[in-house]
C-alpha cells in the first residue's frame, strides 16, 4: 500500500493545518509524511539539538528536498511561521521543545492556510497545542520476523472526523507501507451484575 | 640586483614586498582619474597609463601646460610619477621611461634615437641579442634594413620599431569600464515616512534591475545608504538566496530593514548599491506562475537576512564511511540540490547523536541495557558491521579504535544502533531506526 498523494488515506495530513505527532516514533512519521509530500522540505531544530538528521538513513527522495534550518527560542516559531506562509513548501516539521502556546499554535494555523503548507509539530509527550488538527501518537514496536519495521500511529485528536489507530510496517526508505490488519478496541469483560 | 646583494652594499636599506594586487588597484583608479585629461585612458603595462591626447592639448593650454597641471596635481597627492608626450604609443611608452619630456611632431626619429633598444617594448632576450650585435640605441637600428632584421629577430622587434617610429598605427585602446551597479536619488525635501522610502527605494530599484538585466547579471547582496539631514548615514544591506533581479520582491525583502531605520529630521538622499553580483541569464517569459525555486530563494533570503545565512542547510553526501562524516552540512543558499541515491550496505538510521555510553548487562550483544533511562530488553540483533576509524583524520571520538556496530531492536519498541568498542570494551548508542 502506498500513501495516496491526492487521495484521502488514513494516514494522510489534512492539507493547509497544522498537525502534532508525539512519541518515541515521532521523527519517522515525520519522515513517512515527508515522503508522501511533493515540494520541498523544511525541517526546523533547535540550535543545540545533538540529534541529527543522517542522510544515508533517509527514505528515498527526501534527502534532497530537505532544506534544514535551526533556529533558537522565538527565531524558531518565527522560522516555521515564514515556512508555512511560502507556496512552494510541501511540508515543514518543526522539532518544539516547549509547548505551544494557543495564540502561537493558532498563528501558524493561519500562516498554514495563508501559504497553503502543511505543517507538522514535533512535540514532547502531553504537550500539544488546542490549535492543533489533529495529533498523533507515534511509537516502534517490536515485530514478529526478522528485520522488522512494525510501527503504531494513533491518531489521539482530531477536529475532523474520528480517532483511529494503525499498526504498520513501513521500512523507511519509501512510500510504501504494509498496513497489519486492523484488530480493533477488544471489549473488557461487561462488570458483573450487582 | 638581487635582495641579498643590495642588502650587502646597504645594511639599513628598508625592503617591502610588493602587493601587486594594490598597485593594480591603485592604477585603476588613477586610470579613472586620468580620465579627467582624455577620454581615452588606457593601461600600459603594470606600470604606467597612456592617454590619447589627441585634439584634447588645447583645453588645458598647450602640451607642455597639460603635462605640468599632470605633474602638479599627481605631487599634490603625493606620487612621482614621470610622463612624455609624442605622436605614437611607442614613443611616448620610450620616452615616459626614460627621462620624459615632449617630442614635437616630425621629430620622433631624432629625439628616439638616443634612447635604448629595450625602451621599444622588446623582451629581454631579443635586446641583449640587439646588444652582442653592437645595436645597443634606438638610432642604431633606424637606418638599418628591415628584411635582415625581422628575418633575424622575428617580426616582433620590425613592427616595434615601426608603431614607435609611426610608419604602423597603434590606437590607444583602453578596456570597458567594468559596470558599477549603483544607483542614487535626491530628494527635493526631506521624507520620513516608511511608505516614502520604500517609494523611493522601488524607483531605485527599477532602475538598478534595468542595469542589471542590461548586462545579464543578478545581484546577490544589496546595500541602501541613506543620508539624513543631519549628515548622519543609514545602511540597510540584504543578501539574497539566489542572483535575483526582480524589483518587487527585492523591494519585499528590504521592507524589514527599512522598518527599523531611524530617519532623524528626514531623509534627503537615497543610494542602492548592488555590492555582490554574479552573472543571471535572461530568463523565458512565460505564464505569469512564480516558478518554485524562486518561491524557495525568496525564502531562504528571507529566513537568512534574520537568522544568519549559514543556519539554512542542506543535506550532501560524503565520500565516508564513517556515519558523522559520510554527509556534509552545506548552507543552503550557495549550494544547489544534488540527486543522493539511498547507499547499498547495511541499513541505516535516521537520526544519529553524539555517543551515549549505555549500561549494559553481560552478553554480546547486551541482552539488557539502560539508555537514556529506559530499561531496554534486546528482542532481536543485527550485526556486527565493523567500521575502523580514519588512520589519517585525528577524531577525537574516534579515539576508542575500532567500533562494531548492531541494530538492536527491543522488546519496548526503539529500533537503536548500537556499537561495541574492542579495543575498550563498552557499548555506546549512536541512532534510531525508523
Redesign the interface.
Known amino acids: 500500500m502506498r500513501c495516496e498523494r491526492a487521495g484521502s488515506g488514513a494516514l494522510q495530513l489534512a492539507p493547509t493545518r497544522v498537525h502534532e505527532a508525539e512519541g518515541f516514533g515521532r521523527h519517522a512519521f515525520a519522515l513517512f509524511q515527508s515522503v508522501c509530500h511533493d515540494g520541498p522540505v523544511v525541517w526546523v531544530g533547535p540550535a543545540h539539538a545533538p540529534e541529527r538528521l543522517l542522510l544515508a538513513g533517509l527514505p528515498q527522495g527526501v534527502g534532497e528536498r530537505l532544506h534544514i534550518v535551526r533556529a533558537g527560542g522565538v527565531d524558531l516559531l518565527w522560522a516555521v511561521e515564514e515556512a508555512l506562509r511560502a507556496a512552494p513548501v510541501g511540508l515543514v516539521v518543526a522539532e518544539l521543545e516547549t509547548a505551544l502556546s494557543l495564540t502561537a499554535g493558532r498563528r501558524l494555523q493561519l500562516a498554514a492556510e495563508a501559504g497553503g503548507t502543511t505543517g507538522l509539530v514535533l512535540i514532547r509527550q502531553g504537550a500539544g497545542s488546542n490549535a492543533a488538527q489533529t495529533r498523533w501518537h507515534c511509537a516502534p514496536r517490536p515485530g514478529a520476523g526478522a528485520d522488522s519495521t512494525l510501527h503504531q500511529w494513533s491518531l489521539i485528536k482530531n477536529k475532523r472526523g474520528t480517532l483511529g489507530d494503525w499498526t504498520l510496517h513501513w521500512d523507511g526508505t519509501s512510500a510504501a507501507f504494509h498496513l497489519v490488519a486492523e484488530t480493533g478496541e477488544r471489549r473488557g469483560p461487561a462488570p458483573p451484575p450487582l | 640586483m638581487a635582495l641579498a646583494d643590495a642588502r650587502a652594499i646597504c645594511p639599513d636599506l628598508a625592503t617591502r614586498p610588493a602587493d601587486l594586487v594594490r598597485e593594480a588597484t591603485t592604477l585603476a583608479a588613477l586610470r579613472r582619474w586620468a580620465g579627467r585629461y582624455s577620454p581615452m585612458v588606457a593601461r600600459d603595462g603594470p606600470d604606467g597609463l597612456m592617454a590619447d591626447i589627441t585634439g584634447v592639448a588645447h583645453l588645458f593650454g598647450g602640451e607642455a601646460e597639460l603635462r605640468a597641471d599632470l605633474h602638479a596635481r599627481l605631487a599634490r597627492a603625493g606620487m612621482a610619477a614621470q610622463s612624455a608626450v609624442a605622436g605614437t604609443f611607442g614613443g611616448a611608452h620610450a620616452l615616459a621611461r626614460h627621462g620624459g619630456g615632449i617630442i614635437p611632431d616630425g621629430a620622433l626619429a631624432d629625439r628616439l634615437g638616443p634612447l635604448p633598444v629595450a625602451a621599444l617594448r622588446i623582451d629581454h632576450d631579443t635586446a641583449e641579442a640587439l646588444g652582442r650585435l653592437g645595436l645597443r640605441r634606438i638610432g642604431d637600428l633606424i637606418p638599418r634594413a628591415r628584411a635582415p632584421l625581422a628575418r633575424r629577430f622575428g617580426p616582433g622587434l620590425v613592427g616595434r620599431l615601426d608603431q614607435a617610429l609611426g610608419y604602423r598605427p597603434e590606437p590607444v585602446a583602453p578596456e570597458a569600464e567594468p559596470p558599477h551597479f549603483g544607483v542614487r536619488l535626491s530628494l527635493p525635501d526631506p521624507v520620513g515616512l516608511q511608505s516614502d522610502v520604500m517609494a523611493g527605494l522601488a524607483r531605485l530599484l527599477e532602475r538598478l534591475c534595468e542595469k542589471l538585466g542590461r548586462h545579464h547579471a543578478g545581484a546577490r547582496r544589496l546595500r541602501l545608504e541613506l543620508d539624513r539631514v543631519d549628515h548622519a548615514g543609514v545602511q540597510v544591506e540584504i543578501g539574497l538566496a539566489g542572483a535575483m533581479r526582480d524589483p518587487a520582491r527585492i523591494a519585499a525583502l528590504f521592507e524589514k530593514g527599512v522598518e527599523e531605520v531611524d530617519a532623524g529630521f528626514g531623509i534627503e538622499a537615497m543610494r542602492l548599491v548592488a555590492t555582490v553580483t554574479e552573472p543571471l541569464a535572461p530568463a523565458q517569459i512565460g505564464p505569469a506562475r ?1 516558478a ?2 524562486d ?2 530563494d ?3 533570503t ?2 537568512g537576512n ?2 544568519g545565512f549559514e ?7 560524503a565520500e565516508s564511511l564513517i ?1 558523522e562524516r ?2 556534509q ?1 552545506l548552507a ?1 543558499a550557495w549550494s544547489r ?7 547499498g550496505g547495511p ?8 555517543p551515549e555510553p549505555v549500561m549494559a548487562a553481560p552478553g554480546h550483544p547486551p541482552a539488557r541495557f539502560r539508555w537514556r533511562r529506559m530499561a531496554l530488553t534486546t ?2 540483533a ?1 550485526g556486527p558491521e565493523r567500521i575502523a576509524p580514519e588512520w589519517w583524520l585525528d577524531d577525537p571520538a574516534w579515539r576508542s579504535g575500532l567500533r562494531d556496530y548492531w541494530r538492536i ?7 537503536l544502533w548500537l556499537f561495541h568498542t574492542p579495543q575498550a570494551p563498552a557499548w555506546s548508542a549512536q ?4
Open positions: 512564480a518554485p525555486q518561491g524557495m525568496d525564502l531562504i528571507r529566513l534574520r537568522l543556519t539554512i542547510q542542506r543535506l550532501a553526501p556515519p559520510s554527509f552540512v543552503a540540490a544534488a540527486p543522493a541515491d539511498r547507499p541499513p541505516r538510521p535516521v537520526m544519529i547523536f553524539p528482542l532481536r543485527t531492536e527491543t522488546r519496548e519498541g526503539p529500533r541512532g534510531v531506526f525508523a
